[in-house]
């Protein structure tokens, strides 16, 4: 069976530092993969998606980037982080076309 | 721009009442329908999908979907307190792999 794991569960990060979440999928081969914010109280915010290795959309444009460096990673980074990227982080994948999205257990980020 | 949309609640049922969830969306071409459950501080988990039109029932859960009114629903018999969650419906449209969330509605069963 396809499992997701996502880390750090929670991170407390100073404003203007950088950032690296981690997301990997197994049990699948050629996920679609996501990452998505969410804001207290608020719905999913998708920040990117990749269909293929190296191959990143961008959803809104803001000061985070998205890497996928093999299959089944998927990295969400940041070079300086703003009070307004605190949130819950979502990463996600799904199988063939119209199949529903798996989530990891999220990472939540509070910026000081 | 794709929409769907949920009524935020929060829906305030009775335990062992029938809790109903409500669902629109605007893409007329849209294929696959999914309903999450989301408990506060955790992430979305698949309890539902449907395809077609009609009903679908799993357990105490049965998915409606109607097409023509673009209008998917979830209902919950013999809801439990342990049912009280956000729930979000879940789109892609034709051809899609992307998947357009509602906003998500506040259910609060009472023990």
């Known amino acids: 069976s396809q499992t997701i794991h996502q880390w750090p569960a929670t991170l407390v990060q100073p404003v203007g530092s950088p950032l690296s979440l981690e997301c990997t999928v197994e049990?699948?081969?050629?996920?679609?993969l996501y990452w998505y914010r969410q804001a207290a109280g608020r719905g999913l915010q998708l920040l990117f998606y990749?269909?293929?290795?190296?191959?990143i959309s961008s959803e809104v444009p803001q000061n985070l980037s998205a890497s996928r460096p093999q299959d089944r990673q998927f990295i969400l980074s940041s070079k300086k982080l703003l009070l307004s990227d605190s949130g819950f982080y979502l990463c996600a994948w799904s199988g063939e076309e119209s199949q529903p999205q798996h989530f990891g257990d999220g990472t939540r980020l509070s910026i000081l | 721009q794709k929409e769907v949309e949920q009524n935020s609640g929060p829906l305030s049922v009775p335990e062992g009442a029938i809790a109903s969830l409500n669902c629109t969306y605007s893409d007329r071409g849209s294929q696959s329908f999914f309903w999450y459950r989301q408990y506060s501080g955790k992430s979305p988990e698949l309890i539902m999908s449907i395809y077609s039109n009609g009903d679908k029932e799993d357990g105490r859960f049965t998915a409606q979907l109607n097409k023509a009114s673009q209008y998917v629903s979830l209902l919950i018999r013999d809801s439990q307190p342990s049912d009280s969650a956000t729930y979000l419906c879940?789109?892609?449209?034709?051809?899609?792999?992307?998947?357009?969330f509602g906003a998500g509605t506040r259910l609060f069963v009472k023990a």
């Open positions: 049990g699948t081969s050629n996920p679609n």
């Open positions: 990749s269909v293929g290795i190296g191959q």
């Open positions: 879940a789109v892609i449209s034709t051809g899609g792999f992307k998947t357009i």
